[in-house]
């Protein structure tokens, strides 16, 4: 069974940053797809970033140039880079992998003063 296993949330001013990684086991991960998402509460949940197996890279406009998605196959983790958080950037964080349909169980990100 995919293991998603997602680490590194917490309370973080406006303007701050955090990195969050996404550890995965039971996977091909150099060729799996991993997607970010996100969700506030009473809000749907959404795609914030995702990379491919070769690499290739999506976001969602509303982070585009603040965050950056990026994997190391050699750990089987995929990371999220948050920079410039802002209050709307408050969320549960999920890593999701696409092949077996697999969500971790989430960390909290709070951005506030």
């Known amino acids: 069974q995919v293991q998603l296993v997602e680490s590194g949330g917490g309370l973080v001013q406006p303007g701050g940053s955090l990195r969050l990684s996404c550890a995965a086991s039971?996977?091909?991960?150099?060729?799996?797809?991993i997607t970010w998402y996100r969700q506030a509460p009473g809000n749907e949940r959404e795609l914030v970033a995702s990379?491919?197996?070769?690499?290739?890279?999506e976001y969602a406009d509303s982070v585009k140039g603040r965050f950056t998605i990026s994997r190391d196959n050699a750990k089987n983790t995929v990371y999220l880079q948050m920079n410039s958080l802002k209050s709307e950037d408050t969320a549960v964080y999920y890593c999701?992998?696409?092949?077996?349909?697999?969500w971790g169980q989430g960390t909290q990100v709070t951005v506030s003063s």
């Open positions: 039971r996977i091909i991960f150099s060729i799996a797809r």
């Open positions: 999701h992998h696409m092949g077996s349909a697999s």
């Open positions: 990379i491919a197996g070769g690499g290739t890279t």
